[in-house]
């Protein structure tokens, strides 16, 4: 396929207690146990529940995107842009991919490459506008200047006034050839991520200079996806600590892709589970060199598909994937998620569930042929086109994602709350043969029993179709390899369309210790009588604090524990708002510990790693033979081998033994101890918090 290969081989319960009053208080909404008549006996095989009081975040209008290129010669007809604003699509990214770092805007050139006519950029704004998105620009880093990249900004927003507000620095620049493998232009003779920094930082100064406004993008890997961890000769670290400790505070958000690259359309819907860990990872890299500023600085997935070479592209599966991997993006911090691409071309030519997949990564046809088969005609969708378009069904600007869970592994769940307060779930079934019966439970929502409205896309259907009337508000069925979004609507004087009070602003930390934790939060509009600070627990959800001000200490948090919080505000009749944007964060280690334990990632290349751990005793008593536990955050983490110590494994939790020669441990940091091993990582590979030493919580040095 042309434009996008890859180098095969490259990869890409908590208990807290809550005083007698937060409990009263939490008996007044029974948002994680929903009252008994409400909830009828399971008749399918599924259960979803949906909680209206665990909000993951706001709908961005950027946030569903679509990548174009300046070689598609397709890119600007008026179809595309009637499909792009009919499926919901918000973002519109250009010049294209691998591309940006070769094209100059001034004169629609890109040098060893081809550029279609009709593809210059005010041909682009022109479908932008017409589809009523936004562009997502990408400057010229491989082959560009500042200068160039500051000149392109002031024709766009002081010239001809499009607002172009996103602005990334490059496209993949870790693809220089600095880690080895090389696809990406890139002409400055240092290839470095020191070098890719310090051009950052001009390239934000000269276009802040021409228009303060605009947010610059700095490109960072996935984590737990090559090239991550590695550090090449000569660096001190690698790319993504390296960039983020020089440029966090020069830039408005980062850009990552993601590409599973597994082999079935089964293989890369499993691997979506992945993708909260890595994306979790990528805002503590933001938080831990961002600071304060962490707050500002967006994620964006800039590109996204199952697969960055070969692989069946336009069929069902991929379909799914788009809906599934895009939802669990934005659920998880992601601002804007982008597909690649819109047209692309035929690839391998494969039968996928008894369809043909035309190994073409983009979401039209673009009519060409492998071979002596050919593609539908130009424009005509393929199945990624309609998961995208699901979302699109699913959401608009300014909705409320909400925590949604299923509770068979076949079946998965995403929803939001509208702003009109009616309550839209999307269902997906990824099992290729079996049908599905689904029962929906609500905690914090009541549906008023009318029929929901249903769109559906499943085997046989012509694109995404009305289906209104094939489902109620607590019960649906799903064929094999299909999804329905469901939209029902709450009883009158129920919920939070009933509060008077409006949605609290973005809460976040004032203080963080290993046991308390001080949050403030924009006050919420009306008159309200108290605001309530809930954890999620998956689904559910239990009350930490309560107060009459914007905000108030959480306190008996074990140390180094993540607890993810919404806060509510209250009204004087006791309704509940929407909940706040949410806010994870993670407590600290005791500073008064009688140990330390530093834990370091000396290696790292994708899928593996090597770390070295010390243990200072700082206690005033020996130590003759130690233990030290910790557990991995991730479940894809686990030990390979080790020196220095004895190490012992179940599930996520470690157990390390002292060797031979380093089992004294003299008093008040007289000796230490130091052992290591090598790793295995699938997926992202975030450090441990907590560090046992003979069952004493150490203090964590990074």
Not at 15 to 41: G, I, N, Q
Not at 145 to 163: L, M, S
Not at 393 to 419: C, K
């Amino acid at each position: 396929m042309l434009f996008r290969r890859r180098p095969d081989g490259l990869r890409r319960p908590l208990a807290v207690t809550a005083s007698a009053a937060l409990a009263a208080v939490a008996a007044a909404l029974p948002l994680s146990a929903p009252a008994a008549a409400a909830d009828p006996a399971p008749t399918g095989d599924t259960t979803v529940t949906v909680n209206a009081g665990a909000g993951l975040g706001t709908v961005n209008s950027a946030a569903l995107g679509a990548n174009t290129a300046i070689w598609d010669s397709y890119m600007n007809d008026p179809q595309v842009a009637s499909l792009y604003r009919a499926a919901g699509i918000g973002a519109l990214r250009y010049p294209g991919g691998s591309y940006s770092d070769i094209y100059h805007w001034v004169d629609n050139t890109a040098p060893g490459g081809y550029v279609a006519p009709g593809t210059d950029f005010d041909a682009f704004m022109g479908t932008v506008r017409a589809t009523g998105a936004q562009p997502i620009l990408i400057a010229n880093y491989g082959s560009g200047t500042p200068q160039e990249a500051a000149d392109w900004v002031r024709y766009a927003n002081v010239t001809k006034n499009y607002g172009a507000k996103y602005w990334e620095i490059g496209n993949e620049i870790y693809g220089n050839g600095v880690y080895g493998s090389g696809w990406e232009n890139d002409t400055h003779a240092d290839k470095s991520p020191d070098q890719y920094a310090r051009e950052v930082k001009a390239y934000a100064a000269a276009m802040k200079a021409v228009d303060p406004t605009v947010k610059i993008g700095a490109v960072l890997t996935m984590p737990g996806n090559w090239p991550d961890g590695i550090v090449a000769g000569g660096d001190t670290g690698d790319w993504n600590h390296t960039v983020l400790a020089a440029v966090a505070h020069d830039v408005d958000f980062v850009s990552v892709h993601w590409y599973p690259n597994t082999s079935t359309g089964d293989q890369s819907l499993a691997a979506v589970q992945q993708l909260p860990g890595e994306l979790r990872e990528v805002r503590n890299l933001v938080n831990r060199y961002a600071g304060a500023d962490s707050a500002k600085i967006g994620i964006a997935m800039t590109e996204v598909n199952s697969n960055s070479g070969g692989g069946a592209f336009t069929s069902r599966p991929n379909g799914l994937f788009a809906a599934e991997a895009m939802s669990t993006a934005l659920e998880n911090g992601v601002f804007s998620v982008d597909w690649w691409d819109t047209h692309n071309g035929a690839g391998a030519i494969t039968a996928v569930g008894g369809e043909t997949d035309y190994g073409d990564m983009g979401m039209l046809s673009n009519g060409s042929c492998t071979g002596s088969v050919c593609e539908p005609a130009v424009n005509t969708p393929f199945a990624p086109y309609y998961g995208i378009k699901a979302l699109g069904a699913l959401s608009d600007p300014g909705d409320t994602m909400l925590a949604s869970a299923s509770s068979g592994p076949e079946v998965s769940s995403h929803a939001v709350l509208r702003a009109n307060g009616d309550l839209s779930v999307l269902l997906l079934n990824k099992s290729s043969s079996a049908a599905h019966t689904v029962d929906l439970r609500y905690l914090g929502f009541t549906a008023d029993g009318s029929v929901p409205a249903v769109q559906r896309w499943a085997p046989g259907d012509n694109g995404l179709v009305d289906a209104t009337g094939t489902a109620t508000s607590s019960a649906a069925t799903l064929a094999p390899y299909s999804l329905a979004v469901l939209t029902v609507h709450p009883k009158s004087g129920t919920g939070s369309s009933a509060a008077t009070v409006g949605t609290p602003g973005a809460p976040q930390t004032t203080a963080v210790g290993a046991n308390t934790v001080a949050l403030s939060w924009p006050a919420a509009t009306g008159a309200v009588d108290r605001y309530e600070v809930y954890e999620q627990l998956g689904t559910t959800v239990q009350l930490l604090g309560s107060s009459t001000g914007t905000s108030t200490a959480l306190y008996n948090l074990p140390p180094g524990s993540r607890h993810t919080v919404n806060v509510l505000a209250r009204d004087q009749a006791g309704h509940l708002s929407r909940p706040s944007v949410p806010l994870t964060f993670t407590t600290g280690t005791p500073n008064d510990s009688t140990c330390t334990v530093s834990y370091q990632l000396t290696a790292g290349w994708g899928n593996g790693f090597v770390a070295s751990v010390v243990v200072t005793n700082l206690g005033p008593a020996d130590l003759n033979g130690w233990t030290v536990d910790f557990d991995w955050p991730s479940t894809g983490q686990s030990v390979g081998s080790w020196w220095n110590a004895d190490v012992t494994g179940t599930g996520q939790h470690v157990r390390v033994t002292n060797g031979q020669y380093n089992a004294h441990l003299a008093p008040n940091g007289g000796t230490s101890a130091d052992f290591g091993f090598v790793g295995n990582n699938n997926g992202a590979n975030p450090s441990p918090t907590v560090f046992r030493l003979n069952g004493t919580v150490c203090r964590t040095i990074a």
